[in-house]
């Protein structure tokens, strides 16, 4: 059975960094896909990062060189990085695992950047 759990949002400032953290059971992280999607309220749920299998990263535009996804395989989990917070940012986060014939989703953590 595949569980996923993240962890780590919580109420930063503006400029601020938080790490998330997706911690991954009944997977092999090196050999799925996985991702972090936001959604905020009204919104649709975006993708924010990508991390293949093979080990290919790609982001959203509008995270570009704020936002590092990482794995590590040996504790079963993936990270979302987020620096220089932006209020825009705000969302809830969620750690999906994607394959051919199915895809898995955690609850999420929430995200606000606010002063």
């Known amino acids: 059975q595949v569980q996923l759990v993240e962890s780590g949002g919580g109420l930063v400032q503006p400029g601020g960094s938080l790490r998330l953290s997706c911690v991954a059971s009944?997977?092999?992280?090196?050999?799925?896909?996985m991702n972090w999607y936001r959604q905020a309220p009204g919104k649709s749920r975006d993708l924010v990062a990508r991390?293949?299998?093979?080990?290919?990263?790609t982001y959203k535009e509008s995270v570009k060189g704020r936002f590092t996804i990482s794995r590590d395989n040996g504790k079963n989990t993936v990270y979302l990085q987020m620096n220089s917070l932006k209020p825009e940012d705000t969302a809830g986060y969620y750690c999906?695992?994607?394959?051919?014939?199915?895809?898995?989703w955690g609850r999420g953590t929430q995200v606000t950047v606010s002063s």
């Open positions: 991390f293949t299998g093979s080990g290919t990263t």
């Open positions: 009944g997977i092999t992280l090196s050999a799925d896909e």
């Open positions: 999906n695992c994607s394959r051919a014939r199915a895809s898995y």
